[in-house]
């Protein structure tokens, strides 16, 4: 059935488009008998208001934007499902967009939210992002962005992120605890700022707490290059006897290489990695990581743009715990 109109309403009541309007809305002018008899059939006749028009009107969309590089991973997926089951619950929808690292798609995501009259935007910094004045201009508009995991070096955005610095302490300690002697530590892509954080914390606990400890660090990335740098490094004269795993999508390309050369977890190499924890436990034995939650953090964040859009003091750096947890790869 076509949706119904005000005129309509209107012409079957005899009553002017404004009298409707101001019944349906509950104004103080309009009769209790008017407002009954205009519910009435506007429920009979399956009205809706004009969602657009309301938005024009009141400047509110009650959208919240979401940008992410990708969604074919298991962080963001958690991330998505923990907002929009927020938003759902606070009579919010969600608009997601994938920058697929790209700065001009970022770019055009973000006008896009704008147009839609986003009321507030998480995102995720591409790779490859160094002018934020796109950002900049949302927060001017009024519009507060929330950032998560890969978060601009840039100060004064608001950011909610895993305390990335403990993470790679709490991996570089339980490597320490097991004595291992020639580490290879993959790392995600050496622009971000999430990549600086963990790379350096890691290399520094070693030097501090296990300085002959050889430590190699290659930053692939992505799936393929995980596994090509592994397959190299574990057929090399001295292969490592640990590989630290900074991303589920690089633990993945590891595994395929342990598994192409046959080798056998921890009696042949050990494997420990940061995880949002589901990856791990396909394999045999469960790989040990430290605990990156999308689900934790989008629940987090949502309760942060939810004070912001309230008007309420909210910190601008928040973080969640860094958990080990510990299966039997290592």
């Known amino acids: 059935m076509q949706q119904?109109?005000?005129?309509?309403l209107?012409?079957?009541?005899?009553?002017?488009?404004?009298t409707v309007s101001r019944a349906l809305k509950d104004h103080p002018d309009i009769s209790a008998?008017?407002?009954q008899k205009v519910k009435e059939l506007a429920a009979a006749m399956e009205y809706e208001p004009n969602s657009y028009a309301v938005q024009l009107r009141t400047r509110q969309s009650n959208v919240l934007g979401l940008l992410v590089p990708?969604?074919?991973?298991?962080?963001?997926?958690?991330?998505?499902a923990a907002v929009e089951e927020e938003a759902r619950n606070?009579?919010?929808?969600?608009?997601?967009?994938?920058?697929?690292?790209?700065?001009?798609?970022e770019t055009a995501s973000l006008n896009l939210f704008r147009?839609?009259?986003?009321?507030?935007?998480?995102?995720?910094?591409?790779?490859?992002?160094?002018?934020?004045?796109?950002f900049h201009k949302l927060e001017d508009l009024k519009i507060p962005v929330v950032f998560f995991d890969r978060v601009p070096e840039e100060e004064g955005f608001h950011t909610v992120c895993l305390s990335d610095a403990d993470a790679a302490r709490l991996a570089a300690e339980a490597i320490i605890e097991k004595k291992k002697k020639n580490v290879l530590a993959l790392f995600a892509h050496p622009h971000l700022s999430i990549t600086k954080i963990r790379s350096k914390t890691f290399v520094e606990t070693f030097k501090q707490q296990s300085p002959s400890t050889n430590v190699t660090l290659d930053f692939p990335e992505q799936l393929e290059p995980s596994k090509e740098v592994?397959?190299?490094?574990l057929q090399s004269k001295n292969p490592p006897d640990v590989i630290f795993c900074m991303s589920d999508v690089i633990l993945i390309g590891v595994m395929k290489a342990v598994h192409q050369l046959n080798l056998s977890v921890p009696q042949d190499v050990s494997i420990i990695s940061i995880s949002n924890g589901f990856?791990?436990?396909?394999?045999?034995p469960v790989i040990t990581y430290v605990e990156t939650s999308g689900y934790k953090l989008g629940k987090l964040s949502f309760s942060q743009m939810l004070g912001r859009l309230k008007g309420e003091e909210v910190k601008q750096n928040v973080y969640i715990e860094s958990i080990l947890v510990k299966g039997g790869s290592l």
């Open 4 to 8: 119904s109109t005000l005129k309509e």
């Open 10 to 18: 209107s012409e079957a009541l005899g009553i002017s488009i404004s």
């Open 33 to 35: 008998a008017t407002k």
């Open 70 to 80: 990708t969604l074919d991973n298991f962080f963001n997926d958690a991330f998505l």
């Open 90 to 105: 606070y009579g919010y929808t969600v608009l997601i967009m994938q920058s697929k690292d790209n700065v001009e798609i």
């Open 115 to 134: 147009k839609n009259m986003a009321m507030g935007v998480f995102a995720t910094v591409s790779v490859a992002t160094e002018d934020m004045s796109p």
């Open 230 to 233: 592994a397959l190299k490094m």
């Open 279 to 284: 990856i791990p436990t396909m394999y045999n």
